[in-house]
């Protein structure tokens, strides 16, 4: 009895004892670079892959300008797989490193909950970086900097440039030509006046167009969520002045936030952009039911962040137009 009694109090530590330790195989993070020997200044591509059961959540660090001692030069949004009940998350940075040594770009460590309900971590390896500096020879004498050699001008060269003289004068004439005839006519030509539209305005109006065109039921994913998301970014660029479509989302949304947005909203938007991403980028197919909200995220982002005085006046004309019926 003694030796049942000691045998399942062993079995019982080692199941508590090793638990964790087989959860946390379930969580594996490995990273890589393209080259372990660099120049110092150039550029190392540095890509780390995350692997976890679709049931845990993982938390991943958020690096802004540095990792350890080398300057982050860019870093893409992370992309996200799903197969088989198995989560791959990838992300990409370009990193940069100014002086000359042997340097390790360290573990990339991620969070999540183990079996137990407490806080573990999952590493992956630290890479070594060799940054050499640049060969001088010091063999050779120091010598002046060469002067400017004259070269003479060609017959090609010459006809360019009396080319350019005579268009430059055609210019010229044709602009005198057209102010002469303005003033003649008494300032009659007008230029073109463009609609000063409001961009909430402009937006709804190419989301509208853009739902019509039914793109997505065409099986033009790719296509739809691009300009489903452009269509957003330039709102952006008209209402705040940010250039949306030139950032990652990652970009974005830090740019939004000192716009003192409300939460909900700025979960909706970074929601809209990252899964545009995934489809873009990771090829993604989503559910017809994803496909059919993505115009109703659009307008909602756009009605929560369109001006204040507008959003009154739409709802004084709505309820004006309730009295009326």
Same mark, same amino acid.
């Given at each position: 009895?003694?030796?049942?009694?000691?045998?399942?109090?062993?079995? #019982?530590?080692?199941? $508590?004892?090793?638990?964790?330790?087989?959860? +946390?195989?379930?969580?594996?993070?490995?990273?890589?670079?393209?080259?372990?020997?660099?120049?110092?200044?150039?550029?190392?591509?540095?890509?780390?892959?995350?692997?976890?059961?679709?049931?845990?959540?993982?938390?991943?660090?958020?690096?802004?300008?540095?990792?350890?001692?080398?300057?982050?030069?860019?870093?893409?949004?992370?992309?996200?797989?799903?197969?088989?009940?198995?989560?791959?998350?990838?992300?990409?940075?370009?990193?940069?490193?100014?002086?000359?040594?042997?340097?390790?770009?360290? +573990?990339?460590?991620?969070?999540?909950?183990?079996?137990?309900?407490?806080?573990?971590?999952?590493?992956?390896?630290?890479?070594?970086?060799?940054? %050499?500096?640049?060969?001088?020879?010091?063999?050779?004498? $120091?010598?002046?900097?060469?002067?400017?050699?004259?070269?003479?001008?060609?017959?090609?060269? #010459?006809?360019?440039?009396?080319?350019?003289? =005579?268009?430059?004068?055609?210019?010229?004439?044709?602009?005198?030509?057209?102010?002469?005839?303005?003033?003649?006519?008494?300032?009659?030509?007008? *230029?073109?006046?463009?609609?000063?539209?409001?961009?909430?305005?402009?937006?709804?109006?190419?989301?509208?167009?853009?739902?019509?065109?039914?793109?997505?039921?065409?099986?033009?994913?790719?296509?739809?969520? +691009?300009?489903?998301?452009?269509?957003? %970014? %330039?709102?952006?660029?008209?209402?705040?002045?940010?250039?949306?479509?030139?950032?990652?989302?990652?970009?974005?949304?830090?740019?939004?936030?000192?716009?003192?947005?409300?939460?909900?909203?700025?979960?909706?938007? *970074?929601?809209?952009?990252?899964?545009?991403?995934?489809?873009?980028?990771?090829?993604?197919?989503?559910? /017809?039911?994803?496909?059919?909200?993505? $115009?109703?995220?659009?307008?909602?982002?756009? *009605?929560?962040?369109?001006? =204040? #005085?507008?959003?009154? /006046?739409?709802?004084?004309?709505?309820?004006?137009?309730?009295?009326?019926?």
């Amino acid at each position: 009895m003694v030796g049942v009694s000691a045998t399942f109090i062993v079995a #019982v530590f080692m199941i $508590i004892f090793f638990s964790p330790n087989l959860f +946390s195989q379930q969580v594996s993070v490995s990273a890589s670079i393209d080259s372990q020997s660099v120049v110092i200044g150039d550029w190392i591509r540095y890509s780390v892959e995350v692997k976890h059961p679709s049931s845990i959540n993982v938390t991943m660090p958020v690096f802004k300008d540095t990792i350890d001692q080398f300057d982050i030069v860019q870093q893409d949004t992370m992309l996200r797989t799903e197969e088989n009940g198995e989560v791959l998350l990838k992300k990409n940075f370009v990193i940069a490193k100014y002086d000359a040594g042997s340097f390790y770009i360290p +573990s990339f460590t991620v969070q999540y909950k183990n079996a137990q309900g407490m806080i573990d971590a999952a590493q992956s390896n630290p890479i070594q970086v060799e940054i %050499r500096g640049v060969e001088v020879d010091t063999s050779q004498t $120091i010598k002046d900097v060469k002067p400017p050699l004259s070269v003479p001008m060609s017959a090609e060269e #010459v006809a360019a440039y009396v080319g350019m003289i =005579v268009a430059i004068g055609g210019l010229a004439y044709a602009l005198y030509y057209y102010m002469k005839k303005r003033k003649r006519l008494g300032g009659s030509v007008e *230029e073109e006046k463009r609609p000063n539209i409001p961009p909430h305005v402009l937006a709804m109006m190419q989301l509208e167009e853009l739902e019509s065109r039914r793109l997505w039921q065409a099986g033009e994913l790719k296509a739809y969520y +691009s300009e489903a998301t452009e269509i957003v %970014r %330039r709102y952006f660029e008209l209402r705040y002045g940010i250039m949306a479509l030139e950032l990652t989302t990652a970009e974005v949304m830090a740019q939004l936030e000192q716009f003192k947005m409300q939460k909900h909203t700025l979960t909706s938007i *970074e929601l809209m952009l990252t899964g545009a991403d995934l489809v873009k980028f990771a090829k993604v197919q989503p559910a /017809a039911a994803e496909n059919e909200q993505v $115009i109703s995220q659009a307008r909602s982002i756009v *009605e929560q962040t369109m001006p =204040v #005085v507008e959003k009154q /006046a739409s709802i004084v004309g709505s309820n004006q137009q309730s009295v009326s019926i």
